[in-house]
């Protein structure tokens, strides 16, 4: 059977992508290996009705609202291989099963990768996060730490600023901050420390000190972390689509990259801040792509 499109990851982006070519009437798969980037945290926040849901609950509802529609169906199974064959694509999956589609839509997200900072994985997604529009309001006005390695680390302690006057920032022995950006958080009241962690200490997940190779230890309450991204799939690459200076795939407006009949949707654009919500309406937006695409094929002009 040849499909419409098949959309390949099932976080917000390609469920709400899924949802729209649905209800256009087109004949999808949505596959899914379930291995989200947020999977590590028990509340997400900021989307509208649903703030404080369990992400996995959010997927769950998602998936209902698709099982509405017999047009669709939902494949728990990793995508590995996609090749071009005339106008169509074959779709490759773990199971060792094909299938043939005319469009494609990547919405596979980005991966976290953490610094190399002993006992960061305890609490990472409990008491350390990433993004302060996520997680800020739950540890606003603590004794928070900011732990970078890297540019960012300036930018992202001037918005932790905003929840938290009680800041430390911690770099892990590297020297990232020029002198004007040392003279401006000590202006804020902000304790710059460069030595190097050697651990993190608490209980349960939940943060309590950070121990220095100088053997200082600080109490802080938790924090936020600047990891590095990379794409969760390699299938944008392997096509051959040209990805942007921040790691992600390059598109228009609509999601098409430079590949006739592929799309990319949400986080592994990297072109805009990561969130459920903005994930969720490039998922709306790429489907409209895809759907006023195959109309104009359909059409006789
Ligand atoms: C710790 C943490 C906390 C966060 N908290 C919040 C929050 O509170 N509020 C908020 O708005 N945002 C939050 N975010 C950001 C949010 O999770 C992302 O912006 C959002 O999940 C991106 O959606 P997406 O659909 O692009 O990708 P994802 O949600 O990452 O989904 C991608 C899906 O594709 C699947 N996949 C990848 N490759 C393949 C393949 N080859 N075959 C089949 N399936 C594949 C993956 O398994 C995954 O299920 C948080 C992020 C992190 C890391």
Known sequence: MLLDCVVIGGGPSGLNASLVLARAKKNIILFDDDKPRNAITHESHGFITRDGIKPSEFKRKAKEDLMKYPNISVHNQRVIDIRKENQYFIIHTDDGNDYRSAKVILSTGMKDVMPDIKGMHDFYGTSLFNCPFCDGWELKDRALVVISENERAFHMTKMIFNWSKDLVVCTNGNKIFSKEQKELLTKNSIIVIEEKIVTLKGENGHLE??????????????????????????????????MNNMGGIETDDFGRTNIEGVYASGDNRMSAPSQLIIAASEGCKVAMGVISDLVNEDFKW
């Open 209 to 242: 000190k950070i121990q220095f190779n100088n053997g200082e230890e600080i109490v802080r309450e938790g924090g936020f972390v600047t990891t590095g991204l990379e794409q969760a799939s390699p299938l944008a690459q392997n096509l051959g689509c040209i």
